[in-house]
């Protein structure tokens, strides 16, 4: 690989407008040799039991990572100094097709993982989460999870039977065994839901919610503490679907709940789990045709920063 530091096509001290769009102009690569961190794209909406047009979310973020300078004041440390990172291109999805989807997403998790690479992907919608669980699994066994949204997606089914969507894959992942649900946190549930039993069956398949009221009645900070006491020194599956901020800051999502986080709320809580073994990251649901602005491809991007900032300090902590 050439020397990306003086390679001056690449880097993120260009001036924003200039440049290939990569994430964050990281060099566009399957040679993991030494990688860190493949920033990966799943441009799949195939799950959407709404308004779709997540596919089109991974080009979009990688466009508004432009934005970001290298530094990170909140966690003061510049992550891309620390972290060898790539962007890895996108997963060949099957439009037509979830199974194939799903299939060609976990193998290509594996062969990202089996190189030592930390995941950190963007979707898609979040049926996206079921493949790359499948993936980690493999590689880790049952994962500690903090999933971040204002759904469960804990349905048996949204259209009959065993078909899998947007809705279902944290009940096939706890199915599957892919999740040690002894410490699996749901954040900012919310929202009206089909009948009173949707958060119970979650509760009883194991999956500890903290519902937006409980949320902000403790503070983001006692929020932060609760999630890091839970995942303890396990290895941590982070899966973050953009519909848990409030559609106010985040309207670009494709079944948005109103009375969610701020961008302030959810950057705070991403830097609250710092010190966690983080083995592998999804960001998802962020879906363009309806943003404004690009402010929900903004905070995606940010919030990718933020992940690649934990990853970072996690580096340097173990040196
Ligand atoms: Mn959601
Ligand atoms: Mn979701």
Redesign the pocket.
């Known amino acids: 690989m050439p020397n990306r530091l003086e390679n001056p096509a690449l880097g993120a001290h260009m001036q924003p407008f200039a440049g290939i769009p990569t994430f964050m102009r990281q060099p566009a690569s399957r040679d993991l040799i030494e990688v860190d961190v493949a920033v990966m794209g799943v441009p799949f909406d195939g799950g959407t039991s709404y308004r779709s047009g997540t596919r089109l979310g991974p080009r979009k973020i990688r466009e508004a990572s432009l934005m970001l300078w290298g530094y990170n004041n909140a966690l003061q440390v510049s992550p891309l100094d620390h972290l060898d990172v790539v962007d890895y291109g996108d997963v060949n999805v099957v439009p037509v097709s979830i199974e194939a989807t799903m299939a060609a997403i976990t193998a290509e998790a594996a062969a990202v993982i089996q190189s030592r690479t930390t995941l950190l992907t963007l979707g898609g919608d ?1 049926s996206i989460t079921l493949p790359l669980l499948r993936a980690h699994a493999a590689a880790y066994g049952p994962l500690a999870v903090v999933h971040f ?3 469960p ?1 804990t349905w048996e089914s949204e259209f009959g039977g065993q078909l899998c969507s947007h809705g279902t894959p944290f009940r096939r992942a706890i199915e599957e065994g892919l999740i040690d649900t002894s410490a699996y946190i749901q954040v900012g549930i919310r929202g009206s839901t089909s009948g009173p039993d949707d958060l119970l069956e979650a509760r009883q398949l194991g999956a500890h919610i903290l519902p937006i009221e409980a949320v902000f009645d403790l503070g983001i900070a006692a929020v932060s503490q609760q999630i890091r006491a839970m995942m303890g020194t396990r290895q941590v599956y982070v899966s973050l ?1 953009i ?2 901020v409030d559609p106010a800051y985040a309207p670009g999502t494709g ?1 948005p ?1 109103v009375g969610g986080l701020s961008s302030f709320h959810i950057l705070q809580l991403v830097r609250g789990l710092r010190g966690l073994n983080l083995v592998g990251v999804d960001l998802v ?1 962020v879906n363009p045709a309806y943003d404004h602005s690009d402010i929900t491809s903004i905070l995606a991007a940010n919030l990718a920063f933020e992940f690649l900032s934990l990853l970072a300090l996690a580096k340097q902590d173990k040196k």
Do not use: L, N, Q, Y
């Open positions: 979040h949204d204002s759904h997606d679907d519909d848990v079944t709940e649901e």
